[in-house]
């Protein structure tokens, strides 16, 4: 295998890995904010929004 394919494929997973971090990270801030919407639907509070 050629150094530049190498190098290449290693720019294509490093890039494949931060997308994957950065789509798990915003999965778990939509969910966080599910719960908080769902905590503060159940206790009836207005005063957080």
Same mark, same amino acid.
């Given at each position: ?9 290693? *720019?294509?997973?490093? $890039? !494949?890995? =931060? @997308? @994957? @971090? *950065?789509?798990? !990270?915003? =999965? *778990? $801030? ?8 769902? !905590?503060?639907? @159940? $206790?009836?509070?207005?005063? %957080? %929004?």
């Amino acid at each position: 295998m050629p150094t530049v394919v190498m190098m290449m494929w290693k *720019l294509m997973t490093k $890039k !494949e890995r =931060l @997308k @994957k @971090k *950065l789509v798990s !990270e915003s =999965l *778990l $801030k939509m969910w966080m904010k599910m719960i908080v919407v769902s !905590e503060v639907l @159940k $206790k009836g509070h207005t005063e %957080y %929004y």
